[in-house]
């Protein structure tokens, strides 16, 4: 692994609270931060400028993105997935802001820059309550309100969305948000039942599986970067997360459905969900959703080859009716 330039404990520890009337100012170590993931976007543009800094939410410090432009047409709140933390995610923030929105991002607890077990959670109550506070912390703060709201979830970031929506039974005339997307959203992940079985074995006795970095993308230089090169990639399944996760299906499998209209999109070689299993799910959940089904996507759809990006991010444009 290349040594980078900045370290994520002191970075961590250095994060100042998010004062929306005051935002901080970007610290020489975490303009390297920023360098090295390439997501430095106000570097290039004169009308961007970012923050960073943590929002303090359910007993965590997460670390928190927002980027805001001039002439701002709405705001998108981006959402990541297990493993993942925003430093990765620079192609949708760049999407984002060439359709002229803001952008808030956060990393989950125990990923990236925020505090908690690495890649844990005791229950996705908190990402509920979290992503609940973020949705309240734009819409208070940002241009966010039901015409120009917009947010997007990857795998287990778009599980999240589906909790939010789900659980308040949420529908298109009181929806809070102008646009959904999720793109290959987390339900069941692939071989489910023999991991339930699993768990219910190993609960007892392990906190943590050895992670294997799979070939969840078909951008090859992507997988290299995360395998050797990304100080903050968990290196450990948590067995507490899947309790959770366990918890989480049972929960969304027996919840009502909702008429919002939701935008999936989803790979065709995707091995990391069940996804042949979610979205029947999904239409069941959410009758109004529409899918684009990527030949040969794989899971990692926002840091897929450069092709696929392009057709998923072209098809959100028209179902979002976006004509910047």
């Not at 929960?251 to 299993?277: C, F, Y």
């Amino acid at each position: 692994m290349k040594t980078p330039n900045w370290d994520s404990t002191e970075l961590q520890h250095a994060l100042k609270p998010l004062d929306w009337q005051n935002l901080p100012e970007l610290s020489p170590a975490q303009q390297r931060y920023l360098h090295y993931y390439k997501i430095d976007f106000s570097e290039n543009h004169d009308n961007i400028s970012h923050h960073l800094g943590s929002l303090s939410v359910g007993g965590y410090q997460l670390a928190t993105h927002v980027y805001l432009q001039d002439n701002a047409t709405g705001t998108a709140l981006l959402v990541h997935g297990y493993y993942d933390h925003v430093g990765i995610y620079g192609g949708l923030i760049e999407f984002c802001l060439e359709q002229g929105l803001n952008v808030v991002a956060y990393d989950l607890p125990g990923h990236g820059l925020s505090t908690g077990d690495r890649a844990s959670i005791s229950s996705f109550r908190e990402y509920d309550e979290i992503f609940s506070l973020m949705v309240e912390q734009c819409q208070q703060n940002l241009l966010a309100d039901a015409n120009n709201f917009y947010v997007f979830g990857q795998s287990t970031g778009g599980a999240i969305i589906i909790n939010y929506l789900l659980t308040r039974n949420i529908s298109q005339s009181d929806s809070p948000f102008a646009g959904i997307s999720l793109f290959s959203p987390l339900v069941r992940p692939c071989g489910w039942s023999s991991a339930k079985l699993l768990h219910t074995i190993l609960r007892p006795f392990i906190k943590q599986l050895k992670r294997n970095f799979t070939s969840n993308s078909g951008n090859i230089e992507f997988l290299r970067f995360i395998a050797e090169n990304d100080p903050l990639q968990p290196l450990a399944l948590s067995v507490t997360w899947v309790g959770a996760l366990k918890r989480w299906i049972r929960m969304i499998e027996l919840s009502a459905p909702s008429d919002v209209v939701i935008n999936i999109v989803q790979g065709d070689k995707d091995e990391t969900v069940e996804w042949r299993h979610n979205m029947p799910l999904l239409l069941q959940k959410f009758p109004q959703r529409a899918l684009l089904l990527i030949k040969d996507g794989r899971h990692q759809l926002v840091n897929e080859a450069l092709d696929k990006r392009t057709e998923a991010f072209e098809w959100l444009k028209t179902q979002l009716k976006w004509t910047v």
